[in-house]
């Protein structure tokens, strides 16, 4: 089994906020190519009930959290991202404040066909400005040999 | 848009998805990078890639592959918020100059605490018949009376 610091498993970040900009929604849809109106129109957005431009699902991944303590793993040179789960509880605005923090879950070592990998899993908080959670999210990095 | 609503009472186990294709360029990668705040060099720059151990070069974001399955989930679906769970594991790389099929499948449907629920299973298939990422999702219809 990998050595690794299990201290660090469990400690929360500190949160980081982030005000959602609409510019940033429109052009993180634009970038996947999503042209759904929804996105890129307040008054689109407001006609199908939306406060403004609506978040798209995977819109969570640019709220990135403080840097969590080092794990201190000393295992192979490819770091790739395995996964990504997310659970979604209320809609993000535009002109919300989002928080987000994270904390290490689990670390495991598993072989596969292309040999031994680590896997680093990372949960996420995400809250709105008036402290409802938004979203969780869980990520599964891999590092590999 | 104009979108067919899609009522719970009307969907079955079984039925697909509308399938979303992509055809992603490395033009496309870098917007990603910028949108999303991953710069991770293995997404845009080819020796960088190749030195981190991926002999083919530059490899898609799996999150931009997750944005593509939620895109198709939310072209399908009333609106972005009927999603309530979406998580996606990476298993081949996508590259530029692929093409990706995204697809889905209703595999479970059932009413739990006054939602009408429908879980599915999602992929992102590339033309060479690799699944680059597979999941599921759950997301709440509404229904007709």
């Known amino acids: 089994m990998v050595e690794f610091d299990r201290s660090v498993l469990g400690v929360e970040s500190s949160p980081i906020s982030y005000e959602v900009e609409k510019g940033a929604i429109r052009k993180f849809a634009e970038a996947i190519g999503d042209e759904d109106p929804m996105y890129y129109d307040e008054q689109a957005a407001q006609a199908l009930g939306f406060k403004s431009l609506v978040a798209p699902p995977t819109f969570l991944c640019t709220f990135r959290a403080q840097?969590?303590?080092?794990l201190k793993i000393q295992?192979?040179?490819v770091r790739l991202n395995g996964g990504n789960e997310y659970e979604y509880f209320q809609p993000i605005y535009a002109g919300d404040t989002i928080s987000v923090t994270a904390k290490y879950a689990d670390v495991a070592e598993r072989t596969g066909r292309t040999g031994s990998m680590v896997f680093i899993i990372t949960e996420l908080t995400y809250r709105n400005q008036r402290g409802e959670v938004v979203a969780i999210g869980r990520n599964t990095g891999i590092m590999r040999e | 848009m104009a979108k067919q609503p899609v009522y719970y009472d009307d969907v079955n186990v079984g039925d697909p998805v509308p399938t979303l294709e992509k055809r992603p360029t490395r033009r496309q990668l870098v917007k990603y990078a910028g949108a999303s705040g991953d710069y991770y060099e293995i997404h845009y720059d080819h020796?960088?890639?190749?030195?981190?151990?991926?002999?083919?070069?530059v490899i898609v974001h799996g999150l931009l592959t997750a944005g593509w399955l939620a895109q198709m989930l939310t072209d399908w679906l009333p609106s972005p918020t009927a999603l309530k769970?979406?998580?996606?594991?990476y298993r081949a790389m996508a590259r530029p100059g692929d093409t990706i099929a995204c697809q889905g499948k209703i595999m479970h449907k059932y009413v739990k605490d006054g939602e009408h629920l429908v879980d599915c299973e999602i992929y992102a298939e590339n033309q060479r018949g690799e699944k680059c990422a597979v999941g599921t999702a759950t997301a709440a219809l509404p229904t007709r009376s």
């Open chain 1, 67 to 70: 840097e969590l303590p080092d």
């Open chain 1, 75 to 77: 295992f192979g040179r």
């Open chain 2, 47 to 57: 020796h960088f890639a190749v030195n981190a151990g991926l002999k083919d070069g």
């Open chain 2, 85 to 89: 769970k979406f998580g996606v594991s």
